[in-house]
């Protein structure tokens, strides 16, 4: 059990049951982390939503990227990739909007058949 249960299943390299043992415990950035090693991203995406819960939102002036905390940054880019990946495409090119990354933004966008990029 505990440490040794996840040294072993990190070892095993299943990271399905890695990621499970970390949701059990509400440590959602390592749980997210290896649902998106095991190939589930949708369950990543859902879980990197609720880490992005956690940030106050910010007041958006159009055409200015607002200074976000970089652990903000780093977890919208993870909840970018992992919609992404699920062919969430719109919902990703809003986050990469958010956080500043054009060139992924207007990929997700082409790829979601927004013919305005």
């Not at 990197?48 to 903000?72: A, H, M, N, T």
């Not at 997700?108 to 990029?117: E, L, S, W």
């Amino acid at each position: 059990r505990g440490s040794k249960a996840a040294e072993l299943f990190l070892k095993a390299k299943r990271f399905d049951l890695l990621a499970n043992f970390y949701l059990e415990r509400n440590i959602f950035d390592k749980a997210a982390h290896y649902y998106t090693c095991a190939g589930m991203h949708e369950k990543a995406a859902e879980i990197y939503d609720q880490l992005l819960k956690q940030f106050p939102q910010l007041k958006e002036i159009p055409g200015e990227i607002p200074r976000r905390p970089l652990e903000e940054i780093k977890i919208t880019r993870l909840a970018a990739s992992a919609h992404s990946r699920s062919e969430n495409y719109k919902y990703a090119a809003s986050l990469y909007q958010r956080i500043g990354e054009f060139k992924n933004e207007a990929k997700n966008r082409k790829f979601a058949g927004d013919t305005t990029v």
